[in-house]
């Protein structure tokens, strides 16, 4: 049997295989490429002018106020919630799990029909808010806080769960044995230690509820000024005036990066990271 | 106020049954092996744990009775974890303002106890750090300045220096005793170190399989070991058996012959390790009357001397000489011959 030539060893063990080479590139491309393309046709000459356009700060206006909104109202019941999962033994508590966590894989649209259902003027509850209070929620900025939170709010509750559940119980005994009450353990130990994850989970819920579409246009409709918010001004401009769109694309994309600048002790150094967030982080 | 505790917890198959009472200022130390219920029992005091049946009183205030007791945040128990479970976010200062903060105190005024808690605890200057900066022997004194700030009616200690490295444990163990000594609230020490039990404890409860198996002062329980895992505890050989005409047959096998004999009958045989000697070959014309062959199965170092784990009929502690380790060649797999004289062997009555 021959044996094999030599080679130079240098380093050849780190050398990547091109079965996995090629795709990687072919992926990073398929990703990059179009926001590169975005950024390269992006009217740059015209942009003041055409942001500057009455119903665009109006949509990023609707679009910040709605999607801060939708991640109070999902930090106020969703953190409560994360812990009850985290903590508590509830009968059907999988099921229960599973139901909350159901807008995460169903589509947003399907969200806003239920929505619809449930609190529309004909809905399931909508119609005896209607009936005894005279309010109706469709179509209404309301609407699509409610669709955001809908959509969104699982993103904050799984990952405050699950640093929960991660979570040593040990501290919240020892803060029992201090006298501490349920609820300031909660406040003074709980929530402290989680704090990392806690932090991920609300950028990741905003970010979420910034980008909705298909919930909102669904319950909350397309109405400038009250509901049209920004990825549903994007597809309506984008066949009236590409050149607005485009630019409307933009901001998205920039406020996309400020996010992910503000994720990115989380998620640029993912491999480097130590066992720093487990402990709560002592920085 | 005294401490009461008759009760019973269920963990599973798991059964703790325990009635002890600790009076204030008493230290009682709480020993056992591995499982026996030790911190199952803190845990229970603590209000960690519920109980099944029975009390748990500090003076006149119940604790617990039955299914029916007070949460832990309200019981003024105050528990010194084994992993100490300072909290990482906060600061040592504000770890031991924590307590104070729970009931009620306010930020500053709560802040100054603490502060005056560490001057006590002669870690006054660690009050800025945060756990993570902080040594075993002293993340161990702010637990228990933590622990002592809320200036709890009972103070129980689960393995304090268990977490601890071998220097470390000296230093703290005599720091502690002196700390603990200061105290006049019950405290219960639950330990494996049978130096701490002895040196750290007014009196001793052995817990075994969930039961108490013996209490009593540590000198009494070193001198009279109850069952097997105490002597091994104290560093003693104990052997169960029968006197009689012909020495203490030994139930686990062999037979000791012992000077002075309680009668006949049901006895325990103790014998210290330094009391053994060991030989190559069978010692002739011995004035030992006790002489047997063994192996030697383990060997570890205790200080200036070698502890033999020989086993033979019967197993046997041997502390002997490192040089006489080397004179003699010892090693796990060597066989010897042991030797103890009638008169180093205690019977007393089971």
Same mark, same amino acid.
């Given at each position: 049997m021959a044996s094999p030539a030599l080679r130079e060893v240098g380093r050849s063990r780190d050398r990547t295989p091109l079965v996995l080479a090629i795709p990687a590139v072919v992926a990073t491309l398929f990703l990059v490429l179009p926001l590169v393309s975005l950024v390269v046709r992006s009217p740059w000459r015209d942009l003041g002018s055409?942001?500057?356009?009455?119903?665009?700060?109006? %949509?990023?206006?609707? *679009? $910040?106020?709605?999607?801060? *909104?939708?991640?109070?109202?999902?930090?106020?019941?969703?953190?409560?919630?994360?812990?009850? $999962?985290?903590?508590?033994?509830?009968?059907?508590? *999988?099921?229960?799990?599973?139901?909350?966590?159901?807008?995460?894989? @169903?589509?947003?649209?399907?969200?806003?029909?239920?929505?619809?259902?449930?609190?529309?003027?004909?809905?399931?509850?909508?119609?005896?808010?209607?009936?005894?209070?005279?309010?109706?929620?469709?179509?209404?900025?309301? %609407?699509?806080? @409610?669709a955001e939170a809908f959509v969104a709010m699982p993103f904050l509750i799984i990952t405050v769960e699950g640093a929960l559940r991660a979570a040593d119980q040990g501290y919240d005994e020892a803060a029992a044995t201090l006298g501490a009450s349920r609820l300031r353990t909660f406040w003074t130990v709980t929530l402290p230690l989680v704090r990392p994850s806690l932090l991920a989970g609300t950028v990741l819920c905003w970010a979420r509820a910034l980008g909705e579409f298909g919930a909102t246009i669904t319950f909350a409709g397309s109405f400038a000024g009250s509901t049209r918010t920004m990825p549903i001004a994007i597809y309506l401009t984008m066949v009236d005036d590409p050149r607005a769109g485009t630019a409307l694309a933009l901001v998205m994309l920039i406020v996309s990066v400020a996010v992910l600048l503000l994720l990115r002790e989380r998620w640029w150094y993912a491999g480097d990271r130590t066992s720093d967030t487990a402990s709560g982080g002592s920085r | 106020m005294t401490l009461d505790v008759a009760a019973v917890v269920r963990r599973g198959e798991f059964v703790l !049954?325990?009635?002890?009472?600790?009076? =204030?200022?008493?230290?009682?130390?709480?020993?056992?092996?591995n499982g026996s219920g030790k911190s199952t029992l803190l845990r229970a005091i603590a209000g960690l744990v519920p109980i099944g049946s029975g009390s748990i009183r500090s003076g006149s205030r119940l604790l617990a009775e039955g299914s029916r007791a007070i949460p832990a945040e309200e019981r003024r128990v105050a528990l010194v974890f084994q992993d100490h479970r300072l909290f990482p976010h906060l600061t040592v200062l504000d770890n031991v303002a924590y307590g104070p903060r729970a009931a009620g105190v306010r930020r500053? =005024?709560?802040?100054?106890?603490?502060?005056?808690?560490?001057?006590?605890? !002669?870690?006054?200057?660690?009050?800025?750090?945060?756990?993570?900066?902080?040594?075993?022997?002293? #993340?161990?004194?702010?637990? +228990?300045?933590?622990?002592?700030?809320?200036? =709890?009616?009972? +103070?129980?200690?689960?393995? =304090?220096?268990?977490?601890?490295?071998?220097?470390?444990?000296?230093?703290?163990?005599?720091?502690?005793?002196?700390? +603990?000594?200061?105290? #006049?609230?019950?405290?219960? +020490?639950?330990?494996?170190?049978?130096?701490?039990?002895?040196?750290?404890?007014?009196?001793l409860v052995v817990l075994e399989q969930g039961r108490v198996v013996q209490t009593g002062t540590p000198a009494e329980i070193a001198s009279r070991p109850a069952t097997p895992y105490v002597a091994r505890l104290m560093g003693l050989n104990l052997y169960a058996g029968n006197a009689g005409p012909d020495g203490v047959v030994l139930s686990g096998g062999g037979r000791l012959d012992v000077a002075d004999r309680p009668g006949t009958g049901a006895v325990l045989v103790s014998l210290r390790p330094s009391a053994i000697t060991v030989h190559l070959a069978r010692p002739e014309g011995a004035s030992h009357r006790n002489v047997w062959p063994a192996t030697v199965d383990r060997m570890e170092v205790l200080g200036d001397r070698v502890r033999l784990h020989v086993t033979g009929e019967p197993d046997a502690l041997v502390d002997v000489t490192p040089a006489s380790v080397a004179e003699l060649g010892l090693a796990p797999g060597v066989r010897v011959w042991l030797s103890a004289k009638a008169t180093e062997a205690t019977a007393y009555a089971r």
């Open positions: 055409l942001l500057q356009e009455a119903e665009v700060g109006q %949509a990023l206006r609707l *679009s $910040l106020l709605t999607a801060t *909104s939708a991640t109070a109202v999902a930090l106020v019941l969703g953190v409560p919630l994360a812990w009850v $999962l985290a903590r508590r033994r509830l009968p059907g508590h *999988s099921l229960l799990r599973a139901l909350v966590t159901l807008p995460l894989v @169903m589509p947003p649209v399907v969200g806003g029909v239920a929505l619809l259902y449930a609190f529309g003027r004909v809905g399931l509850v909508g119609r005896y808010l209607d009936l005894w209070f005279g309010i109706t929620i469709p179509f209404t900025t309301f %609407a699509v806080v @409610m | !049954d325990v009635a002890l009472g600790v009076a =204030p200022g008493e230290r009682l130390g709480v020993v056992g092996p500053r =005024p709560a802040r100054a106890a603490a502060q005056e808690w560490l001057g006590r605890l !002669d870690i006054a200057d660690l009050a800025g750090r945060r756990p993570a900066q902080l040594s075993g022997g002293q #993340s161990q004194r702010v637990a +228990l300045a933590r622990a002592l700030a809320q200036e =709890p009616e009972v +103070l129980l200690l689960d393995e =304090p220096t268990a977490a601890l490295d071998a220097d470390a444990r000296i230093s703290v163990r005599a720091e502690l005793g002196r700390h +603990l000594a200061g105290l #006049s609230i019950p405290t219960i +020490l639950v330990t494996h170190d049978p130096v701490e039990a002895l040196v750290m404890t007014d009196r």
